[in-house]
């Protein structure tokens, strides 16, 4: 930690757990993943999304500065200040032009009191649950405090068939939050769990997402598909739900290993800075899907990939668009690169210009490289 206390020096084989944790122990926050495990790294490099991002957008945006091994071997700051084009790719095509040695990123006071509701639904509620949740989709309606998580999952003590888990999550007390939650409430949930004045960092522990956690859990076979959305679509919703249904029913031990994660943080912190100033495209999507499906036995991968493409099919045909914007850190792989990286022309042009530059042999081209 800096003395100024406005940024911490951050160093890879970092996780998330252990950035939270550090901070929270010196009086801090600030935006990281969800779940404890995954490392910092590879998630700041690919944009970064978490319960903060409202506040102080991606996790990548809280870059100010980062040193990094070149593929001719000299080691460089990128900076607001030095080599602004390869501080631009960094933050979003980050995992293609070096290895970066530390970054100095920025840090805040930490925000106490969060508060949350966990609610889940039976199949035949899906409808309404999606319809009412595209009420706080707009921006005026979100409040830069609130997350709205969704998944489609296994329950088998309350369910045979899979079930809509939603969790508020909020920055604020409960009587902040019970606005938002009681027009849930009135669609009759089949349990309900609240908690109040939970500080930060346990917030981890109630939504399943620590080093203990299945998410977590190692040795396995994991496939996503990832989709950005503008709003819910309880029409492919149901197309989804059928498939993730009968996917997990024909395969049980999926059952604890999968989900299919719709992921509503606010947006307000990202889309305050301007999309053309960092690598990271689609800021201005409030919705993430994704199925995240695991499972053991390679026998049945190609029943499982199968499925996997078929639900983001779904989502892509009902989003009214054929345009498919995903998510770089989720991708599955055969996604092509403006649908990883941005549209826009001018991106791949960028980044092809800077790829040539930075790393012109390709050094650097384990994840998702650019070509
Ligand atoms: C359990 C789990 C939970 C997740 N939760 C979230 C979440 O909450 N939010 C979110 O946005 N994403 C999340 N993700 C997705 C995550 O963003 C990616 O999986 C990301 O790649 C993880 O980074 P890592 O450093 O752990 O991975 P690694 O596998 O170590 O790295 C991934 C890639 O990043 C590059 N890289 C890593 N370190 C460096 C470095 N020092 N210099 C240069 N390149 C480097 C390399 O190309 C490497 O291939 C999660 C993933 C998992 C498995």
């Known amino acids: 930690m800096d003395d100024s206390g406005e940024f911490a020096e951050l160093q890879p084989g970092l996780t998330n757990g252990e950035l939270v944790r550090g901070l929270w122990e010196q009086g801090k926050q600030t935006t990281t993943g969800i779940c404890l495990c995954a490392g910092i790294m590879g998630?700041?490099?690919?944009?970064?999304?978490?319960?903060?991002q409202g506040r102080y957008g991606l996790v990548t945006d809280q870059i100010l500065e980062a040193r990094v091994v070149l593929a001719d071997g000299s080691w460089v700051t990128a900076s607001p200040r030095e080599n602004t084009d390869l501080f631009w790719a960094l933050r979003g095509a980050g995992h293609n032009f070096g290895i970066i040695t530390g970054v100095k990123f920025k840090v805040y006071d930490r925000l106490e009191e969060w508060s949350e509701v966990q609610m889940i639904f039976s199949e035949d509620k899906l409808e309404a649950v999606f319809q009412l949740s595209n009420d706080y989709i707009e921006e005026a309606n979100h409040p830069p405090e609130l997350t709205v998580w969704h998944l489609l999952a296994r329950m088998d003590d309350l369910s045979d068939d899979a079930v809509v888990v939603m969790s508020l999550?909020?920055?604020?007390?409960?009587n902040d939050l019970e606005p938002y939650v009681a027009p849930f409430r009135d669609i009759g949930p089949l349990a309900e769990q609240q908690h109040d004045g939970v500080p930060f960092v346990d917030l981890f522990d109630i939504n399943v997402l620590t080093e203990a956690s299945t998410t977590c859990d190692r040795g396995l076979y994991r496939h996503l598909a990832p989709t950005y959305l503008r709003q819910y679509n309880s029409t492919s919703l149901r197309k989804v739900y059928d498939i993730f249904n009968g996917i997990t029913a024909k395969y049980p031990e999926?059952?604890?290993?999968?989900?299919?994660?719709?992921?509503?943080?606010?947006?307000?912190?990202?889309t305050s800075i301007h999309p053309e100033d960092t690598a990271a495209p689609f800021r201005d999507y409030p919705l993430l899907l994704s199925p995240q499906l695991g499972y053991t036995n390679p026998a049945h991968s190609n029943d499982i990939l199968a499925a996997n493409k078929d639900m983001r099919r779904?989502?892509?045909?009902?989003?009214?668009?054929?345009?498919?914007?995903?998510?770089?850190n989720y991708a599955s792989g055969d996604e092509s690169l403006p649908e990883l990286y941005g549209h826009e022309p001018w991106r791949m042009r960028k980044l092809r210009e800077l790829k040539r530059k930075y790393d012109p042999t390709g050094k650097f081209n384990f994840y998702m490289p650019i070509s």
């Open 43 to 52: 998630i700041m490099l690919g944009g970064g999304h978490g319960y903060m």
């Open 254 to 270: 999926m059952g604890t290993h999968s989900t299919f994660m719709i992921e509503g943080y606010p947006i307000q912190g990202v």
């Open 169 to 174: 999550i909020y920055r604020g007390r409960f």
């Open 314 to 328: 779904a989502i892509v045909e009902g989003s009214g668009s054929e345009q498919l914007n995903a998510y770089v």
